[in-house]
């Protein structure tokens, strides 16, 4: 089955730092999606990203499905961005698989 | 609006309960999916609904039995649970199998004691 990587696994930033994280995988994918896991456990929706690039205010996201990586950059951070990133893709409709994540910590 | 509502939010059961996790969503999403998140891991996927009918089971155990009444609910019925089995279960629904956009909701935090 397709494989999904994030890199880095770790990431402490001062409020106002910018950073990117990226996505690998192993197979083209139909499916790409980024989300931000708060610390009570809800998955919030950033990006349905399966090519090309979008941007929601601070955050932006790009897709290069020919070359199998999605990036998620976010600009001047905040304290409310801490938490876990995932990453998720699917080849086939429904089985979206997850990436292992990347946990970010914001400190003011 | 893009909601999709679980209940309870938290569950402590005894190996010997019985109890079932409720989703639900208004959004008119025929693809309803249940996922399970042990701690510090990525969401697993367990079982898909499309139009009401399962259309994949991850290979999990008997003691979890989904039920999909109507489009917009979608049950998990927990029995005789071992103690692993506490996890996250998150609920997600999509437009449909072939609108792959999933929206998730808030989960609840079970504990098996």
């Known amino acids: 089955g397709i494989q999904v990587e994030q890199s880095p696994p770790d990431l ?4 106002g730092a910018n950073s990117t994280l990226r996505c ?3 197979d083209s994918v139909n499916n790409l999606q980024w989300f931000h896991q708060n610390p009570w ?4 929706n950033l990006f349905y990203i399966p ?4 941007q929601n205010g601070r955050l932006s996201a790009t897709t290069v499905a020919t070359e199998r990586y999605s990036l998620l950059y976010i600009s001047s951070s905040q304290t409310t ?4 990133y995932f990453c998720a893709a699917c080849i086939f409709a429904d089985k979206l698989i997850f ?3 990347t946990r970010l910590q914001v400190f003011p | 609006d893009t909601e999709v509502t679980q209940t309870p939010k938290h569950l402590v059961m005894g190996m010997t309960n ?3 996790l409720k989703c639900e969503q208004h959004m008119g999403h025929r693809a309803m999916y249940w996922y399970k998140q042990k701690a510090k891991k990525p969401p697993e996927l367990m079982f898909v609904y499309s139009y009401e009918k399962l259309s ?4 999990v155990p008997s003691r979890f039995s989904p039920e999909c009444p109507n489009s917009s609910l979608l049950n998990l019925h927990l029995h005789a649970l071992q103690p692993e089995d506490s996890a996250l279960y998150l609920c997600a629904s999509s437009l449909s199998r072939e609108s792959y956009e999933q929206y998730f909701g808030p989960g609840t935090r079970l504990t098996v004691t």
């Open chain 2, 18 to 20: 019985k109890k079932s």
């Open chain 1, 99 to 101: 990436g292992t994540g």
């Open chain 1, 51 to 54: 090519s090309g690039t979008k």
């Open chain 1, 12 to 15: 402490i930033l001062q409020e």
């Open chain 2, 56 to 59: 994949i089971n991850e290979s």
């Open chain 1, 41 to 44: 456990g809800q998955l919030i």
């Open chain 1, 81 to 84: 961005d801490s938490g876990v």
């Open chain 1, 24 to 26: 690998n995988f192993s």
